[in-house]
């Protein structure tokens, strides 16, 4: 399984931009990169996904350079209820739906 | 949609007892997951079915621990006996499709399980 690296936590205020880059160094030819967020005492949430390039959404972009050994999360002006745990997963293809869930970053957005 | 729903929500039982956690996939969805979380070892994939099948169970820490599905609408993890150290946070999770890396995981909210 592709191992990812990314930041244990990051501050930021509200209406700033946040960006979280993951390394994922031996990322696979067929994997695709993924983020999830999570908030306390909830289960993890789908936020984007993307193979190469830009991804955008009603929510955040994913970029992705050409080499796909990283991938920064950005999150367009925070506010206080985008406080939460970031996690950048990479898939297997080898083992299907299987997803491995790092340390995530924790992203504490302030007044 | 109802979304993934798990039961019960909270449950502290003593050491020695038998524990079962349920889950109820989003209708039409082939593939299952289940979670553990942590503070010190974070988020860990247990065991996942695709098709009711168990496909992956290297997750599950020891033989107290078992997962079934009897079909699509219905799973349960079971400890059996029960320590202090099973104490934790366990999520449920279904996916669309079986074996596809890209699918999203919808969670359930979980069952905060504390063991005395």
């Known amino acids: 399984l592709a191992k990812t690296t990314q930041p244990i936590s990051m501050d930021s205020y509200e209406g700033q931009e946040v960006n979280i880059t993951c390394s994922h160094n031996n990322i696979a030819t067929n994997d695709y990169i993924t983020w999830y967020q999570q908030f306390p005492s909830q289960g993890p949430r789908f936020i984007i996904q993307?193979?190469?390039t830009k991804v955008t959404n009603e929510v955040a972009s994913l970029f992705i350079p050409a080499d796909r050994k990283s991938s920064t999360l950005s999150l367009p002006r925070v506010s206080l209820s985008d406080t939460a745990v970031y996690y950048c997963l990479v898939g297997d293809e080898a083992a299907g739906n299987k997803l491995t869930f790092g340390g995530g970053t924790r992203v504490l957005v302030k007044p | 949609d109802a979304g993934v729903i798990q039961s019960p929500r909270h449950e502290v039982t003593e050491m020695g007892q038998e524990v079962t956690l349920r889950c109820k996939p989003i209708?039409?969805?082939?593939?299952l997951f289940w979670y553990r979380q942590t503070m010190m070892r974070g988020l860990e994939l247990l065991i996942y079915?695709?098709?009711?099948?168990?496909?992956?169970d290297s997750g599950m820490p020891e033989d107290r621990f078992s997962a079934k599905m009897p079909n699509a609408s219905f799973s349960t993890l079971k400890i059996q006996p029960s320590e202090p150290r099973d104490s934790a946070v366990y999520f449920c999770?279904?996916?669309?499709?079986?074996?596809?890396?890209?699918?999203?995981?919808?969670f359930g909210p979980g069952t905060r399980l504390t063991v005395l």
């Open positions: 999770a279904s996916s669309p499709r079986s074996g596809q890396v890209t699918d999203t995981q919808y």
């Open positions: 209708s039409g969805h082939n593939s």
């Open positions: 993307g193979y190469k």
């Open positions: 079915f695709n098709n009711n099948v168990p496909i992956d």
